[in-house]
């Protein structure tokens, strides 16, 4: 890879397992030497007076070896577990979607390559009438679906993936993501790929169950299945981006 590149991780729903596969990538990248950098550019739930500390952007950070200011990594911020079109009028606090994303924008150059999450799915409204997807697009950026690996996927990947080329965006393919540990149930055997089959998206694989661990401890990270054949697919893919 030469010069900086970056890749949106958005996904089905809230919960998926994005940020699970975004510190996995980061930690494989990372493992295998590349500058990573990765933010979530909105993030709500977070607990405003010790934001530093919100676990999904500890994790991301520990994952790519990084400490990172907070307002650099993650600019938007909310303490209600909201949309940020909801959680705004209520907290009073207003982000302009441009100024996000040229911060965003700006972040990118200062890595070899860096990982984007968003914020839930989609189809998540930033404000009244801009979605993520619109957020994306704006960014200029490729995108990665994760959706999970249980019933009822089939339907989440294919309306996802079609929302956002309805958006004119480019999906490089899905990752799956298992929420549950124990045996793959015939649901999750069959299930994904044919989700990735009738979206018309390359089937990358299904990242493991990484375990009940607090999600921002070492021993988290340390779970985090670097060499699994998802993963391995999608550093194969982004290579392509470079």
Do not use: W
């Amino acid at each position: 890879m030469t010069g900086p590149t970056a890749l949106f991780i958005t996904g089905t729903d809230t919960g998926c397992g994005k940020t699970i596969v975004t510190a996995t990538l980061a930690r494989a990248l990372a493992s295998r030497g590349y500058d990573v950098g990765v933010c979530k550019p909105y993030a709500s739930g977070i607990a405003l007076e010790a934001p530093e500390e919100t676990s999904d952007i500890v994790f991301l950070q520990k994952a790519a070896g990084l400490r990172e200011p907070i307002d650099l990594v993650c600019p938007a911020r909310f303490s209600l577990p909201l949309a940020p079109a909801q959680a705004e009028p209520l907290e009073n606090i207003r982000y302009t979607p441009g100024e996000i994303c040229q911060r965003v924008q700006e972040y990118v150059k200062l890595h070899e390559i860096t990982l984007v999450e968003g914020i839930g799915g989609a189809a998540v409204p930033l404000t009244h009438n801009y979605l993520v997807s619109d957020f994306i697009k704006d960014l200029g950026l490729p995108v990665l679906v994760v959706a999970r690996s249980a019933l009822g996927t089939i339907n989440h990947t294919i309306l996802t993936v079609e929302h956002l080329r309805n958006k004119g965006l480019s999906v490089l393919g899905v990752i799956f993501n298992r929420v549950t540990g124990g045996e793959l149930s015939e649901a999750e055997k069959g299930g994904p790929p044919l989700a990735a089959t009738l979206a018309g998206v390359p089937f990358l694989g299904v990242v493991p169950f990484v375990g009940e661990e607090k999600v921002d401890s070492l021993p988290a990270v340390q779970q985090l299945s670097i060499t699994c054949e998802a993963i391995v697919n999608t550093l194969r893919l982004l290579g392509t981006l470079r």
